[in-house]
């Protein structure tokens, strides 16, 4: 950490201040955004946008990795949409996007469509690597679905679903605020983002990436946190 | 009674049997001996219905069949109360199931994961959890790899206590469990 903002440091002697910020510029800036009412607000409304997004990507993923995973026909009829949505450029679905919905709104449509792949190709991988012999032994046995769910698929799928979690989170963290950066909503991160550079404010542009790197880590951190406390909670 | 008629089965591209015939009247203890290899397996697997044979037929099988596999196949991270209640749900009362566990040696790691047990002990979950799944067949494959002579024992007891009336069948290659579960012996 020391020696990185050591770098950091020398690196920006050896570049003007308006196209790179010092550490010291970067944490100053820092103290001051965090002393003003509307950072709060900004952070709250991008990351409830983005949450909101991951939250909906989450619950369909996981529930079209069970369909898949339960039915190989549900899985070729998914196979070109997951594909699809994998292969195409950010920008282009927030440039579609924008055609629809309002700018403070793009950011779910895209944090959704980004999450949504991740999630649904670990879990079904985790799905797909569940022991064979431990299915013929609940099928001898008659366990019912959920027990099953319980038993023999969490345990199996729990590494990848945290994997899945965590890399989908960052991705919709990021396309979610190249998002609004592009259709820069008032009061959100991405819209800072932009104003910052449209006013060569590079301190506050640094600050911002600063801020986007730890709520990204923190909120990443929470979530995995709290799909391991109910991970555990169902495996007691 | 289950009869398989005129069985072909091959494993892995080898013949393991041809032709194969065998009745096996309902409600008795079976021993099915046989050095490693020879099939005792993949006959069981054939009774349960887990693998169907090249040609032939298998008839006759009751419909409620519980088993212990060659394997354990337990749910890892659960402790052994946990991996009964997987296969009984809450149709078994939990102090049954905690004395079943102390009556096969297993008082005091009712609530640890199966995981953190030794080979043995997990051996004997597996039973436990074959034991009290509602069975007409009750199907063992190996039962007591990895237990001592008075372990070995006091299991068998355990098991004729919950079979009477009942068709075990018993896969092993030892002699002496013939004579533990009072068992028919089958030679194949």
């Known amino acids: ?236 | 009674m289950i009869k398989l008629k005129n069985i072909y089965k091959t494993y892995d591209g080898k013949p393991v049997f041809e032709n194969f015939s065998l009745d096996i009247p309902l409600n008795k203890t079976y021993c099915i001996m046989g050095e490693s290899g020879i099939g005792k397996t993949t006959l069981l697997n054939l009774i349960m219905g887990l693998s169907r044979p090249d040609k032939g037929s298998v008839e006759g099988v009751p419909p409620k069949i519980s088993a212990l596999f060659q394997e354990d196949r337990l749910c890892e991270p659960f402790s052994p109360v946990s991996n009964v209640r997987a296969v009984t749900g809450k149709s078994v009362p939990q102090a049954q199931i905690i004395s079943l566990l102390a009556d096969l040696g297993l008082e005091g790691n009712e609530n640890i994961p199966v995981l953190n047990l030794s080979g043995g002990m997990r051996r004997r979950v597996a039973i436990a959890r074959a034991l009290l799944a509602q069975f007409d067949l009750l199907v063992l494959d190996e039962p007591f790899k990895g237990l001592d002579d008075a372990t070995r024992e006091r299991v068998a007891a355990v098991i004729l206590t919950y079979c009477k009336n009942k068709t075990l069948i018993v896969s092993t290659h030892n002699i002496r469990d013939v004579a533990l579960l009072n068992a028919v012996q089958i030679n194949l």
């Open chain 1, 1 to 236: 950490m020391l020696i990185a903002l050591a770098l950091w440091q020398i690196i920006s002697t050896c570049i003007p201040n308006l196209l790179f910020a010092s550490p010291w510029q970067t944490a100053k800036s820092l103290v001051s955004l965090l002393g003003q009412g509307s950072f709060y607000a900004t952070v709250w409304f991008t990351l409830c946008r983005i949450l909101l997004g991951f939250f909906l990507a989450f619950v369909l993923g996981v529930l079209l990795a069970l369909l898949a995973g339960r039915f190989y026909v549900a899985e070729q009829l998914l196979w070109p949409y997951m594909v699809t949505v994998k292969s195409v450029p950010v920008a282009s679905f927030v440039a579609i996007a924008f055609l629809w919905l309002s700018s403070a709104n793009v950011s779910v449509l895209i944090s959704f469509l980004m999450a949504l792949p991740i999630v649904y190709t670990n879990l079904l991988q985790g799905i797909k690597a569940t022991d064979k012999k431990m299915l013929q032994m609940a099928d001898l046995f008659k366990i019912p679905f959920l027990r099953r769910l319980r038993y023999i698929w969490l345990p199996s799928v729990k590494g990848y679903l945290l994997s899945g979690v965590s890399i989908a989170f960052g991705l919709a963290w990021k396309a979610g605020i190249a998002a609004e950066l592009i259709g820069y909503p008032k009061g959100s991160v991405g819209g800072e983002l932009y104003s910052a550079k449209q006013f060569l404010e590079t301190a506050d542009l640094f600050a911002w990436t600063v801020i986007i790197v730890l709520v990204s880590f923190i909120t990443e951190k929470l979530i995995s946190l709290l799909l391991k406390a109910v991970i555990k909670g169902v495996e007691k």
